[in-house]
């Protein structure tokens, strides 16, 4: 019986081992969360050396791409490895910035350079690893410099955007056209943001034709201004102001200005896949109305403040972010505004994934509605804003895929084939 058990245990060990080398000479198996600005199919052809599966319970390394905007309006995206199975312990984190004036095709080089890298030390684990090869490719010039030289710049950090948007659309029946144009300054550092923008836009629209056509047009102007400091790693103080004249919602002008205060439970290091803040505004608002309002107002002055929670998470089982928000004017508390709205998109088990996105608002506080009759115009085309106590927008899904865990093929044939024709 005691060689039976030696005899037993031997061939237990020799499958193990089998089993061991067998697992070192596959592929990497790797699930890539990359839900935006990630061209898949061109990582797929510069990394071949990994099997890319469709269900994270199926990898061993499982890559979560976050991103957030740069104070320069370029991206900075975080690519988290975790190890799983044989690799379990193994994690790690790498960055890099795309800058605003980048290609699509420097961005996609980019992503790519960084997952070869964050790849090597999985690689170095396996039968793989023999036939990794490492170069490093010396900048010219700066050969035995120990430092780069900071580069100096004639902008000070401001960054300028200008835009210029047209549109047409129509038939026999009907046409829109619209034109709309914008300008926008910043300047971002650690310790102090400042943007401002201006933009004006114009809608016409034509409804029927002949002497029976109906038309109108809208016309609207904006300027903001947001700025902030820091006040540590959780603290931030700042202010908006804001000037709008709008035909839709019955303003000749509104002036308003709201400081401001925010707490991230999270340090802000952590915002590109953990933050909750809780913010306070409070501050005057002006409007001047197009038309007499409902309360019988043509401009009043009234004080106003809100409260928020805003939440946004992004982990390997999905992203989830929202909002709550609730505020009043002073002068009459009844007119308040109670927001909620979220999204979400969960890995609930392998291949199935639920996905969920909506708003609602109770809404007590237009005191901009024009007064008079609604018409039939009025309700069909929504030239105006009309006075509703709620307003809300939802949408889901659910989503299951089962087959082969293995999608490293890539077949562009017939990819674009027709697709001018849809619009």
């Known amino acids: 019986m005691k060689q039976y058990i030696i005899l037993a245990l031997a061939l237990f060990s020799l499958s193990n081992s089998f089993s061991q080398v067998e697992n070192n000479n596959k592929k990497i198996r790797v699930f890539l969360d990359c839900q935006s600005y990630c061209d898949q199919d061109f990582i797929k052809r510069e990394i071949p050396f990994v099997d890319y599966v469709n269900d994270r319970f199926q990898s061993n390394v499982f890559i979560l791409s976050n991103h957030q905007v740069t104070g320069s309006g370029g991206r900075e995206y975080k690519l988290q490895f975790t190890g799983r199975e044989i690799f379990t312990g193994v994690n790690d984190t790498l960055s890099f910035v795309r800058q605003a004036t980048a290609t699509d095709d420097e961005g996609r ?134 000037f709008l004249r709008s035909d839709f919602s019955n303003y000749t002008s509104s002036w308003t200005l709201s400081p401001a205060i925010e707490y991230n439970f999270f340090p802000y290091s952590e915002s590109n896949s953990n933050y909750v803040g809780l913010m306070y505004k409070v501050g005057p608002s002006y409007f001047d109305y197009i038309e007499e309002t409902i309360y019988l107002e043509t401009e009043e002055l ?68 024009a007064k008079g009759d609604i018409s039939n115009e009025d309700l069909l085309t929504r030239r105006r804003q009309l006075d509703s106590n709620y307003s809300f927008y939802t949408s889901f899904g659910i989503r299951y895929r089962f087959g082969s865990i293995f999608n490293n093929v890539v077949n562009p044939r017939f990819d674009g084939a027709g697709s001018m024709f849809f619009f």
């Open 109 to 242: 080089q980019q992503m790519v350079q960084t997952l070869k890298l964050g790849l090597v030390k999985y690689l170095a684990r396996t039968e793989q690893g023999k036939n990794v090869q490492i170069t490093v490719k010396e900048n010219e010039g700066e050969v035995g410099k120990g430092t780069e030289e900071e580069q100096e710049d004639p902008w000070n950090l401001w960054v300028f955007n200008a835009r210029l948007n047209g549109y047409l659309n129509g038939d026999k029946n009907y046409f829109s056209n619209s034109f709309s144009t914008g300008f926008s300054a910043s300047r971002i550092t650690e310790k102090f943001k400042t943007t401002t923008s201006l933009s004006y836009g114009v809608n016409k629209n034509r409804f029927g034709e002949g002497e029976d056509a109906f038309e109108f047009s809208n016309e609207n102007y904006r300027a903001n201004n947001t700025t902030v400091w820091s006040l540590g790693d959780h603290w931030s103080a700042g202010g908006y102001v804001e």
């Open 302 to 369: 009234r004080f106003k403040h809100n409260l928020s929670l805003d939440i946004s998470l992004n982990k390997k089982w999905g992203q989830l972010s929202g909002s709550a928000s609730y505020g009043h004017y002073f002068h009459d508390v009844s007119k308040n505004r109670l927001t909620f709205s979220g999204y979400a998109d969960l890995r609930l088990y392998k291949g199935l994934s639920l996905n969920f996105s909506g708003y609602y608002a109770l809404q007590r506080d237009q005191l901009n509605i």
